[in-house]
C-alpha cells in the first residue's frame, strides 16, 4: 500500500471515528461541516474515493457515504489508537470506574466469573477471561483446629498467600494435642514443598505417632484437594451475549444466528484467546475482522491481554465486539481491569 499523505490521514481518521461513534456511513458533507478539517466537500470526496481505492475505505451499496474496511481499521489501530498518535488521552475519556465486589478470600472460579460479568457491564461488549494455570503452589502452613467432638477446621495457606479454610470429619480418639502433633509435624516437613507432589510416603512418621497416619492421610487428602480446585486452566468465563449481539451492526438475523453459534462454541473462543504469544513490550493484542477466525465471521474485532500473577501462572483477559468498537476505551479499561485482577489474585 502506498505511503498515506497527512491529509489522507486526517480524513481516515475523521471517517473512522465519526463511524464508530454513529454506526452510519460518514459522508464527505459531514466532515466538510462538522469537523476541523478545511477542505471542500468536494476535495474530501475525491481523498475518500482515493482512500476506497486503497482499500482502506468502502461503502454499503445504499448509501453514499463510507464505512472503514479492515485495512482501514487496522492503518487506524496501528497509527491513531497504539501508535503515538492516539486520538485521546485516558484522562479524557471518561472510563467508568473499575471496582467490582471480590476479594482474596473467593475461590478462583468465582473471582474470575464476576470479573468477567463487571467487564462486560462496564465495555457493553462481550467479555472472556481464561482463568490461569495454577500448578506451582507451595506448602507454607497448615492449622488444624477442633471446633467439634469429632469436627476439625483445616486451614491451609500457600506460599502466594491462599488461604483455604475445609471442614473435616474425623473418626477415632484424637486430642489436642494429637492435632498440635500432627499439624507441627507437616508444617517441619511441608514448608516449600510443591503441593501436587505431597505424599504420604515421603513424610517422616515416628514409631511413637504411628497411631496418627490414618488422620495424617485425611488431612493431606484435605490439603490435596484444596490445591485441586486451583487447577481451573482450560477454563474460560464468557459474559455479556445479549451486550453484544444488541449493537446495530448485527441486527441482521442471519448475522445475529452465525454470531450466536460462535458465542456457544467455548472450545472456538478458548482457541482465540490463546492463540497469540505473550511478547515482551506487547501487552494488548488487537485482531480485527478475518485475523480472528479461520473460517466464520468477520464482524468483530477482539481486544487482548495476558495477565500474570504468582509470577508463573498466565490468564487472558478479552473483549469481542464489533469491529466498529471504541478502541482506545476497551484497551483503557483491560490495563486497568489486568492491574485490578492481578492485584486481587496475587
Known amino acids: 500500500m502506498a505511503k498515506l499523505s497527512e491529509r489522507k490521514k486526517e480524513i481516515l481518521k475523521e471517517v473512522i471515528a465519526r463511524f464508530i461513534q454513529s454506526a452510519e456511513p460518514v459522508s464527505s458533507h459531514n466532515i466538510a461541516e462538522n469537523s476541523g478539517i478545511a477542505l471542500s466537500s468536494a476535495t474530501i470526496r475525491k481523498e475518500m474515493s482515493e482512500l476506497e481505492d486503497m482499500g482502506l475505505l468502502t461503502h454499503p451499496h445504499t448509501s453514499a457515504g ?4 479492515d485495512r482501514g481499521y487496522r492503518f487506524f489501530v496501528d497509527n491513531f489508537i497504539k501508535g503515538p498518535a492516539g486520538l485521546k488521552k485516558p484522562e479524557e475519556l471518561n472510563l467508568p470506574q473499575i471496582k467490582f465486589d471480590i476479594d482474596k478470600d473467593m475461590e478462583m472460579e468465582t473471582i474470575l466469573q464476576k470479573s ?8 457493553n461488549y462481550l467479555s472472556m477471561v481464561v482463568a490461569p494455570e495454577v500448578h506451582h503452589s507451595r506448602f ?3 492449622e488444624i483446629l477442633r471446633i467439634g467432638s469429632n469436627s476439625l477446621l483445616i486451614v491451609l495457606i500457600t506460599d502466594n498467600g491462599k488461604v483455604y479454610k475445609r471442614n473435616l470429619i474425623v473418626e477415632g480418639m484424637y486430642n489436642t494435642l494429637d492435632f498440635q502433633s500432627v499439624s507441627n509435624m507437616l508444617n517441619q516437613q511441608l514448608r516449600d514443598k510443591n503441593i501436587s507432589e505431597i505424599e504420604l510416603k515421603n513424610l517422616k512418621v515416628t514409631e511413637n505417632n504411628a497411631y496418627l497416619i490414618t488422620l ?3 488431612i493431606l487428602d484435605v490439603i490435596r484437594d484444596c490445591f485441586a480446585e486451583t487447577l481451573v486452566y482450560n477454563r474460560i468465563f464468557i459474559s455479556g451475549t445479549s451486550s453484544v449481539i444488541n449493537h446495530p451492526d448485527f441486527i441482521d438475523l442471519k448475522k445475529i444466528q452465525k454470531i450466536l453459534s460462535i458465542i456457544e462454541n467455548e472450545y472456538l473462543l478458548m482457541n482465540i484467546m490463546l492463540d497469540f504469544p505473550e511478547e ?4 494488548i493484542i488487537i485482531k480485527i475482522g478475518s485475523e480472528i477466525f479461520e473460517e466464520g465471521p468477520d464482524d468483530f474485532s477482539l481486544v487482548a491481554s495476558k495477565y500474570r500473577i504468582y509470577e508463573h501462572a498466565t490468564g487472558t483477559i478479552g473483549i469481542l465486539g464489533p469491529k466498529r468498537m471504541d478502541y482506545f476505551k476497551v484497551i483503557n479499561i483491560i490495563g486497568s481491569f489486568v492491574k485490578n485482577l492481578k492485584t486481587v489474585l496475587s
Open 66 to 69: 463510507r464505512i472503514p474496511s
Open 280 to 283: 515482551e513490550g506487547q501487552e
Open 116 to 123: 468477567s460479568e463487571h467487564l462486560s457491564r462496564i465495555t
Open 140 to 142: 507454607r502452613h497448615v
Open 216 to 218: 495424617i492421610k485425611k
